[in-house]
Structures are given as structure tokens and as C-alpha cells.
């Protein structure tokens, strides 16, 4: 049984940068889509990255084009979201989820497609 678990999240000021992991135990996440959520108090979770299992395609929602990146560490079993400039509207729970095992050129933004969650991990932007 895959599990994950999100690490990274914290305090920053705007326009600060942070790095999030998810770490993956109990299988590898080579064939396993990863995406990122975020859900922000009072509003739905929405997909901010994911990366696929197939040839690495990854997607951005627009909010965060350009300061986000998604990559794969396969030796470490993680997946990180580096974060920069970040504003106060990217405050909020980050999630990590994973749909797999299975190769696919293109990962998921429909949270439903996701089989594993990991609990979040809080990200503050404040100054």
C-alpha cells in the first residue's frame, strides 16, 4: 500500500521560497502519477502541479506558471514543489497525491483520478 507524506511546508514572507516534498513509502513512485493540490480556507482543493509516470510531461495551473516547479527525485522516492516568489493567495494546505501504478504521457488534474493522499502540509505567506 503506497503512502505519502508531505514535508516542507512553513512561514514565509512574500516573494519568499519554499520547497515541498512528498514522500512515498511502501512502493516506488516511478510508475506513479504525482500531482499537488492546495486547498485555502473556505475555498475547494485545486490542482496546482502534477507530473506524469510516463515521459515526466508536467502541467502548472496559471496562478503559479513560472514560479513552481515540479520535479521527480526516483533515488530519494520523492517528488518535491519548488515554490518561489511566493504571494499571499499561494497560502494554504498542499497536498500530494499519487494515481498508479500505470504509464500515461500526461498526469491528472481531476482530483477524483487520484488513488493515494498524502495529510498536507501547511504553506503561510505573511510578512
Known amino acids: 500500500q503506497l503512502q505519502l507524506v508531505e514535508s516542507g511546508g512553513g512561514l514565509v514572507q512574500p516573494g519568499g521560497s519554499l520547497r515541498l516534498s512528498c514522500a512515498a513509502s511502501?512502493?516506488?513512485?516511478?510508475?506513479?502519477?504525482i500531482g499537488w493540490f492546495r486547498q485555502a480556507p473556505g475555498k475547494e482543493r485545486v490542482a496546482v502541479s502534477c507530473i506524469s509516470s510516463g515521459n515526466g510531461s508536467t502541467y502548472y495551473a496559471d496562478s503559479v506558471k513560472g514560479r513552481f516547479a515540479i520535479s521527480r527525485d526516483n533515488a530519494k522516492n520523492t517528488v518535491s514543489l519548488q515554490m518561489n516568489n511566493l504571494k499571499a493567495e499561494d497560502a494554504a494546505v498542499y497536498y500530494c497525491a499519487a494515481r498508479g501504478p500505470t504509464i500515461q504521457r500526461m498526469c491528472p488534474i481531476r482530483q477524483s483520478w487520484y488513488d493515494y493522499w498524502g495529510q498536507g502540509t501547511q504553506v503561510t505567506v505573511s510578512s
Open positions: 511502501g512502493s516506488t513512485l516511478d510508475y506513479y502519477a
